[in-house]
């Protein structure tokens, strides 16, 4: 599976952006999905998932209310609505595809990585 990530750029706080993710090489309808952003500096880390089935879906407490998750099988597309962007939402972003059965948090369980899309939000 061949992901690739786009919808970034810069916007001012409190606005919106919305990222996509679109899958080459197979279907994804059978992974659940998942994004993950990297700060300067800092760490990866998990921002959310949504299940194969589109039935679950999990969120970083820091983006919850905020971003939303959601997934098109038939264009084999992920996508991330961000609302109320905040300027320490600033990060590459990433989408991850993972076969295991349940949506998780853990970057490690990913099987497939994207190459990540900058978003920069100005205060």
């Known amino acids: 599976v061949q992901l690739q990530a786009s919808g970034g750029g810069l916007v001012q706080a409190g606005g919106s952006l919305r990222l996509s993710c679109a899958a080459s090489g197979r279907s994804i309808s059978s992974y659940s999905m998942g994004w993950f952003r990297q700060a300067p500096g800092k760490t990866r880390e998990f921002v959310a998932a949504i299940h194969w089935s589109g039935s679950n879906t999990n969120y970083a407490d820091s983006v919850k209310g905020r971003f939303t998750i959601s997934r098109d099988n038939a264009k084999n597309t992920v996508y991330l609505q961000m609302n109320s962007l905040k300027p320490e939402d600033t990060a590459v972003y990433y989408c991850?595809?993972?076969?295991?059965?349940?949506?998780?948090?853990?970057?490690?369980?990913?099987?497939?990585w994207g190459q990540g899309t900058l978003v920069t939000v100005s205060s």
């Open positions: 991850a595809a993972d076969s295991g059965q349940f949506t998780t948090r853990n970057g490690l369980r990913y099987d497939y």
